[in-house]
């Protein structure tokens, strides 16, 4: 970790998290100093939020690689690595002299253009300033001296956390480091991965002491509640759970500190899953205590279970409004992101031929991610008995599409553009017509970046309210936050963690299930596979959880860290996507499968590939410092 400056740096203006806030300049350029910081209670607020300023952007193709690089979203083969830094994880030129993810350090040499970079260690520094100092702010309000301390201790937590998934064991920061200190204060060597998650844990479990159940005034959604704080817990807790921390002596059996500390304990350890599930119980008990809830309630009908489903990412009519806010427990609200989004996955309206302009349809979900979705019956294709038996890449006589495309899931039609299919734009519904020639095809010219490459489009973040005016070259964009965490993430781990701890599913996990299930229209996870010949066991059970996660999460970057800590990225990341025939103009020339085409040859080496590598000049600084295992 590299030296932190004690001197306190302005901090720009800029709209990051908050829906409705900034991050202000917390004293005026080149004079600050904590009495000016801590005068008033209105500038130690803006101190407190510029504390968030360091969080990734994790919903924007072009930055950090969790929405583009876990195989259920990505981007057109044509974009180079200088522009979509997730190919640089798919294709190993990750390495500890040259990364796209100046997280640890922002002190190599040099770095490849584009570089995504975000001061963690400044923003954890920022953090206990504030716990140092907050309390003598003269005629601060108590409440909010409160709220200001647990925002504080939840971001401390948080940021070692955002270091922990992407490097593993990292050097907990325990205390704002003075200018003053020593070499030997500073160059501490990496804790171990059971030391860092009880820290962050702790810091959690006092933030939520601290923090309000909801914030009181409008403009603060989206500032840490106690709800967050719980929620990252119960996250932490299931991911320290997995097999890839826990036990994992394939991997980690010589990761050790130069004193020979191993940094991973190498027996499974099955209590965790009970802490883990212990952890999402508590958090789940205080969301529904203090009136969070899935967005649309339960149905039995498809179309409200579809709209229910999409809404709760869009917002009614494209906007955001409180009922989302009761199902999301933190985002990232910033519409410039979020209408740069749009522009890149909406299908290309109001033109036969390629443009740059309007609607450009390049970024996708994949054939795993397509093919994962559940039928009507909320069974996977090849249980269902209504479809084992059929091929889902056949058009069935009289039909425009393939079978695939029919009698799925709610979720798949909120979420999945399809030619011949419905997909809410441009003010209404209009059905895609993705064959070559026709508006939304590829053209199949090399040099036009923006188009599909496989022939889906993503629904699940466009609304109706999305459109472009050809005369006026303006878009209008929904309005929205995209979630960090949502509470159906909570009922998702305690139902994984209980599987895993008892070996079944216990009446309170499929409760939980049920509840995600009957918010889109699908029927209750028992009664499904009642038609399946009854739920499964074993390995086929913790197969089907990991979908319902998978399907809940689709594009919304989970799956990049699930498929690590379940220890199969190695396997998921090294599979091949398919695409239709882009050049076909009939329906069978069209749905004929082939390889998806990409811009590189895919690379994930184990143990390499499950982390970044930690910085050369990080470790040459720090001789305490091991680097991680294969690079």
Same mark, same amino acid.
């Given at each position: 970790?590299?030296?932190?400056c004690?001197?306190l740096?302005a901090i720009?203006?800029?709209?990051?998290?908050?829906?409705?806030?900034d991050?202000?300049?917390v004293?005026?350029?080149?004079?600050?100093t904590i009495d000016?910081?801590?005068?008033t209670?209105?500038?130690?607020?803006?101190m407190?939020l510029s504390?968030?300023k360091?969080?990734p952007?994790?919903f924007?193709?072009?930055a950090?690689p969790?929405?583009?690089?876990?195989?259920?979203?990505?981007?057109?083969?044509?974009?180079?690595v200088r522009?979509f #830094?997730?190919?640089s994880?798919l294709?190993?030129?990750?390495? $500890?002299t040259?990364?796209?993810?100046s997280?640890?350090?922002?002190t190599?040499?040099?770095?490849p253009?584009?570089?995504?970079?975000?001061?963690?260690w400044?923003g954890?520094r920022y953090?206990y300033n504030?716990?140092?100092n907050?309390?003598?702010v003269?005629?601060i309000?108590?409440?909010?001296?409160n709220?200001?301390?647990g925002?504080?201790l939840?971001?401390?937590?948080?940021?070692?956390?955002i270091?922990l998934?992407?490097y593993g064991?990292?050097?907990?920061?325990?205390?704002?480091i003075p200018m003053?200190?020593?070499?030997?204060e500073?160059?501490v060597?990496r804790?171990?991965?059971?030391?860092?998650?009880d820290?962050?844990?702790?810091?959690?479990?006092?933030?939520a002491t601290?923090l309000?159940?909801?914030?009181?005034?409008?403009?603060n959604?989206n500032r840490a509640t106690?709800?967050?704080?719980?929620a990252?817990?119960?996250r932490?807790?299931?991911?320290?759970a997995?097999?890839l921390?826990?036990?994992?002596?394939?991997?980690y059996?010589?990761?050790?500190?130069?004193?020979?500390?191993?940094?991973?304990?190498l027996?499974?350890?099955r209590?965790?899953?009970?802490k883990a599930m212990?952890s999402?119980?508590?958090?789940i008990?205080?969301c529904?205590?203090?009136?969070y809830?899935l967005y649309?309630g339960?149905?039995?009908?498809?179309k409200?279970?579809?709209?229910?489903?999409?809404?709760a990412?869009?917002? $009614?009519s494209?906007k955001f409004?409180l009922?989302?806010w009761n199902?999301?427990l933190f985002?990232?609200a910033d519409?410039?992101t979020?209408?740069y989004?749009i522009?890149?996955?909406?299908p290309?309206v109001?033109?036969n031929q390629?443009?740059?302009?309007?609607?450009?349809?390049y970024?996708i979900?994949?054939?795993?991610?397509i093919?994962?979705y559940?039928t009507?019956? @909320?069974?996977?294709?090849?249980d269902?008995?209504?479809?084992?038996?059929l091929?889902?890449?056949e058009i069935a006589p @009289?039909d425009?599409t393939?079978?695939?495309h029919?009698n799925r899931?709610?979720?798949?039609?909120a979420?999945i553009?399809?030619?011949r299919g419905?997909?809410?734009?441009?003010?209404?519904?209009?059905?895609l017509?993705c064959?070559?020639?026709?508006?939304?095809?590829n053209?199949?010219?090399?040099?036009h970046e923006y188009?599909s490459d496989?022939?889906?489009f993503?629904?699940?973040?466009v609304?109706k309210?999305?459109?472009y005016?050809?005369?006026s070259?303006?878009?209008t964009?929904s309005t929205?936050a995209?979630?960090f965490m949502?509470?159906?993430e909570?009922?998702l781990s305690?139902a994984e963690a209980d599987?895993?701890?008892?070996g079944?599913?216990?009446?309170?996990?499929?409760s939980y299930?049920?509840?995600?299930?009957q918010?889109c229209g699908? $029927?209750?996870?028992e009664?499904?596979?009642?038609m399946a010949?009854?739920?499964?066991?074993?390995?086929k059970?913790?197969?089907?959880? #990991?979908?319902?996660?998978?399907?809940?999460?689709?594009?919304e970057?989970?799956?990049?860290?699930?498929?690590?800590?379940?220890k199969?990225?190695d396997?998921?990341m090294?599979?091949?996507?398919?695409?239709?025939?882009?050049?076909g103009?009939?329906a069978e020339?069209?749905?004929?499968? @082939?390889?998806?085409r990409?811009?590189g040859?895919?690379?994930?080496?184990v143990?390499?590939s499950?982390w970044?590598?930690?910085?050369l000049?990080?470790?040459?600084?720090?001789?305490?410092?091991v680097q991680?295992?294969?690079y």
């Open positions: 970790m590299r030296r932190i004690n001197k740096l720009a203006a800029v709209s990051v998290l908050c829906a409705s806030c991050f202000l300049d004293v005026p350029q080149s004079s600050a000016d910081i801590y005068k209670q209105n500038k130690a607020e803006q407190v504390c968030y360091e969080i952007n994790y924007h193709p072009q950090f969790d929405w583009t690089a876990g195989n259920d979203f990505v981007t057109g083969w044509y974009g180079s522009w #830094h997730f190919k994880l294709y190993g030129l990750e390495s $500890p040259s990364t796209y993810y997280l640890w350090s922002n190599a040499a040099s770095y253009t584009g570089v995504q970079q975000k001061s963690v400044e954890i953090c504030v716990l140092n907050i309390d003598r003269p005629n309000d108590p409440k909010k001296l709220y200001y301390k925002e504080a939840f971001l401390i937590g948080y940021y070692h956390q270091m998934e992407y064991p990292v050097v907990i920061v325990d205390k704002e003053s200190s020593s070499p030997a500073m160059n060597p804790s171990t991965y059971d030391q860092c998650v820290f962050i844990s702790n810091k959690y479990t006092e933030a601290y309000p159940a909801r914030w009181p005034e409008t403009g959604y106690a709800a967050t704080a719980l990252y817990k119960a932490l807790l299931l991911y320290a997995s097999p921390v826990n036990g994992n002596s394939e991997y059996a010589n990761f050790k500190n130069p004193d020979g500390t191993p940094l991973m304990n027996t499974y350890d209590e965790k899953w009970k212990d999402a119980k508590e958090a008990d205080f529904e205590k203090n009136g809830k649309g339960s149905t039995s009908d498809p409200v279970g579809k709209d229910n489903y999409h809404e990412f869009t917002g $009614p494209g409004n009922e989302n199902e999301t985002g990232y519409q410039g979020a209408s989004n522009k890149n996955m909406g290309r109001g033109i390629y443009s740059g302009e309007g609607f450009r349809g970024l979900p994949t054939s795993d991610c093919n994962r559940y009507k019956n @909320g069974l996977p294709w090849a269902d008995p209504e479809t084992k038996n091929d889902p890449y @009289g425009s393939v079978r695939l029919r899931e709610p979720r798949f039609y979420s553009g399809f030619d419905e997909y809410e734009i441009q003010g209404g519904t209009r059905i017509h064959r070559r020639g026709e508006e939304q095809q053209d199949g010219d090399v040099s188009q496989n022939g889906y993503c629904q699940k973040w609304s309210a999305d459109s005016d050809w005369n070259k303006a878009y964009n929205y995209f979630p949502r509470l159906a909570i009922y305690y599987f895993e701890y008892n079944t599913l216990s009446p309170t996990s499929l299930l049920n509840k995600i299930r918010r699908l $029927p209750n996870f009664d499904s596979w009642a010949g009854g739920i499964p066991t074993g390995e059970l913790r197969e089907v959880l #990991h979908d319902e996660r998978s399907i809940e999460f689709a594009m970057g989970r799956r990049f860290h699930d498929i690590r800590r379940w199969i990225a396997k998921e090294m599979r091949k996507q398919t695409a239709w025939n882009l050049e103009r009939t020339e069209f749905y004929q499968l @082939g390889e998806m990409e811009s040859t895919r690379v994930f080496d143990p390499k499950y970044l590598a930690i910085p000049d990080q470790i040459q600084i720090n001789s305490n410092l991680n295992p294969g």
